[in-house]
């Protein structure tokens, strides 16, 4: 059974930083894809980043790119989005996936970690 674990979420200030984790275990599969998605209050869950584990090809959504990183530590099984230039529209919950493409019909998922950019 597939379980992903995030961790790394909290408080921070417009302009701060916070680097999201995400263990991946129980999984077998030779190919897979894993990143993250994002829900806020009285919104959809959005796609927000995600990495092959082919050739570590990634996807941003247009809203965070040059501003998130997403990583992988192969070793680990562990995922790593590193967001830098927070803005208040980042705050939400965060969810890790891992699924066989970058959407999430179908995929596993963590169970969330809260993110809020407030002053």
């Known amino acids: 059974q597939v379980q992903l674990v995030e961790s790394g979420g909290g408080l921070v200030q417009p302009g701060g930083s916070l680097r999201l984790s995400c263990a991946a275990s129980g999984f077998s599969y030779d190919y897979y894809v894993i990143g993250w998605f994002r829900q806020a209050p009285g919104n959809e869950r959005e796609r927000v980043s995600c990495?092959?584990?082919?050739?570590?090809?990634?996807y941003y959504a247009d809203s965070v790119k040059g501003r998130f990183t997403i990583s992988r530590d192969k070793a680990k099984h562990t995922v790593y989005l590193q967001m830098n230039s927070l803005k208040p529209e980042d705050t939400a919950v965060y969810y890790c996936?891992?699924?066989?493409?970058?959407?999430?019909?179908?995929?596993?998922w963590g169970q969330g970690t809260e993110v809020t950019v407030s002053s």
């Open positions: 996936f891992m699924n066989v493409d970058c959407y999430g019909y179908g995929a596993h």
């Open positions: 990495i092959s584990s082919g050739d570590d090809s990634t």
